[in-house]
């Protein structure tokens, strides 16, 4: 899988279940079902902690999980 594709993945995956994601600083610390990790809003950026489980056995299922972390790492992703 080339590059591009891989951050295709990752970005789709994130878009689709994004409401897995826990907001770090929530008031109302409403449970989340299957949560994935956690989600940091900032003023430029939004950031995404994945549990690095999940990461491996939801994100990247059926993909080789070194080039995929290994891609993210490089384009500092």
Known sequence: MEDYAIIEHVIGFVVQ???RF?????IEERTIIN???FIEKRQNATIF??????FHEE???GMNVKVIRKI??????
């Open 35 to 37: 949560c994935l990790g």
């Open 59 to 61: 994100m990247c299922k």
């Open 17 to 19: 279940h994004e409401s």
């Open 72 to 77: 993210l790492k490089k384009l500092r992703f």
């Open 22 to 26: 826990k907001k770090i600083r929530d």
């Open 49 to 54: 902690y994945i549990i690095p489980k999940l």
